[in-house]
């Protein structure tokens, strides 16, 4: 078995654009590791390859639930292990890429036996405000919190949840617990960063090439499609925009709020890449971007 690439970094900063180039070189597929791009309904906000880029390159780990289920590290390792297991018997060329570092983690060194979801407490959790919630799990479990988005309503319901049930810190519990079932395949992961002027400028162009697409519609559309806000919509770009719809901001504001938001999203991602247990190779684009294309053909090739 050759050695599986892995392509990660902080987002936009151009992972799918260079899997895409080199998956299309080497025949080979691309496995998303993005845990928006599961989600069926969230298009122009998650920046999801096109259909004329997946029809090129086949894609997985995209479009696999919908915006109002609940997808998780668990889930998304069950299914990605089937993908490269059916990769590896049918000797193809599989690319791991994207910014969901928790994901990736799972994947390559195992996940650990968290309790069951309490369905009880999920109901007590639930109807309560994102920034109170995320308030809580600071109070209780700082170092984890500092991990997640205060909007990612998921993983904070989640980590509240198993911290009420074993009272413990859930931070102590993964520092603790040895993971189990890690990839069995051999990986290298290659990791792109750009400048934070660099980043900045392609921040602000996907910004307002989302809203130019029709972010705002394609929101309105899923709040008014679902009776209850999924935990989905509560990621970076459609937050914002439920929002302007409130009247809680001016449209020009809600863009700025979205750049905001989404350097503090590549800001945690990095944070998270620091502390990664595996080795990552750092390329800075755009000046490194063919030392990273070298690299990732030896690993292809």
């Not at 390159?57 to 993908?83: S, T």
């Not at 980590?159 to 395949?185: C, F, H, W």
């Not at 519609?217 to 929002?243: D, H, W």
């Not at 990095?270 to 070298?294: C, G, H, R, Y």
Request: proline share 6%.
């Amino acid at each position: 078995m050759k050695t599986i690439l892995c392509i990660v970094g902080p987002t936009a900063s151009g992972k799918s654009e260079l899997a895409l180039r080199l998956a299309e070189e080497f025949d080979a597929e691309i496995l998303s590791c993005d845990s928006l791009l599961v989600y069926k309904d969230l298009q122009i906000g998650t920046a999801k390859p096109t259909d004329d880029e997946m029809r090129r390159v086949p894609h997985h780990g995209v479009n696999l639930v919908d915006a109002n289920e609940n997808y998780n590290a668990g889930d998304y390792v069950r299914y990605a292990r089937g993908i490269i297991d059916d990769a590896v018997a049918r000797k193809k060329k599989i690319i791991i890429v994207g910014g969901t570092g928790f994901y990736l983690k799972a994947l390559l060194c195992g996940t650990w036996d968290a309790p069951p979801t309490q369905p009880d407490l999920r109901a007590q959790f639930e109807p309560q405000d994102s920034q109170l919630l995320y308030a809580q799990l600071l109070e209780k479990d700082p170092s984890y919190a500092a991990k997640i988005q205060a909007n990612d309503r998921y993983r904070v319901i989640r980590a509240l949840e198993i911290i009420e049930v074993t009272g413990m810190r859930l931070s102590d519990q993964l520092a603790q617990k040895k993971p189990q079932n890690p990839l069995p395949y051999p990986s290298r992961i290659l990791g792109i960063r750009r400048s934070k002027p660099d980043l900045e400028k392609r921040i602000i162009a996907r910004t307002n090439d989302m809203f130019s697409r029709g972010l705002v519609n394609e929101t309105k559309t899923l709040v008014e499609r679902f009776s209850t806000s999924p935990s989905a919509l509560q990621c970076v770009g459609y937050f914002e925009v439920i929002q302007f719809l409130r009247g809680e901001m001016t449209l020009p504001e809600c863009r700025e709020r979205v750049v905001i938001s989404t350097r503090q999203l590549a800001k945690k991602q990095m944070t998270f890449f620091k502390t990664f247990p595996q080795s990552i190779d750092w390329f800075e684009l755009p000046s490194a971007e063919e030392a990273f294309l070298n690299a990732a053909r030896i690993v292809l090739g």
